[in-house]
């Protein structure tokens, strides 16, 4: 199902305002504070897309996706294809590395990052800035022995 809003003049899924009304409400301004039987009530839910077993937008990226595996890749190619399809005028960009981390010792491990953004919709082409969209998606990965006491 897709939403328009008038105000922006852009065609976007419901789901990412359903994202979107929830990032709001955990701004910094409120987002070291309880949350109220009254304010989670008001979240939407997003419908299906948004069920944690099947939904087609959460189910596939509750996975492990440690760096460097096979989970990690799928989730980042549920990621392009999730732009791709819904929001195509969102342009990605790739951003390789490698790095040792304290789970893998002296062995480099390859970290791919998403770079998903777009000019606002609202603005004259090149007046403003980029929209950016960064978030941290990867697993922690913990040997076992570092788990010890």
Do not use: C
């Not at 948004?50 to 190619?77: E, H, K, N």
């Not at 980029?130 to 022995?145: G, I, M, N, R, V």
């Amino acid at each position: 199902m897709l939403l328009t809003s008038g105000r922006l003049g852009s065609t976007v899924p419901s789901t990412l305002w359903a994202v979107l009304a929830v990032l709001s409400m955990l701004s910094s301004t409120n987002g070291y504070q309880k949350l109220s039987n009254a304010s989670l009530a008001r979240i939407p839910s997003g419908g299906p897309d948004f069920d944690i077993s099947t939904g087609s937008l959460l189910a596939p990226i509750l996975i492990p996706r440690v760096p460097g595996t096979q989970g990690s890749t799928t989730v980042q190619q549920h990621f392009v294809d999730f732009f791709s399809q819904q929001l195509p005028a969102w342009t990605i960009e790739w951003h390789n590395s490698t790095s040792k981390t304290p789970a893998t010792g002296d062995q480099d491990i390859s970290f791919r990052s998403l770079i998903l953004r777009r000019e606002p919709p609202w603005a004259k082409r090149g007046n403003v800035g980029y929209l950016t969209l960064a978030a941290h998606y990867d697993s922690l990965f913990e040997p076992q022995a570092s788990l010890a006491p």
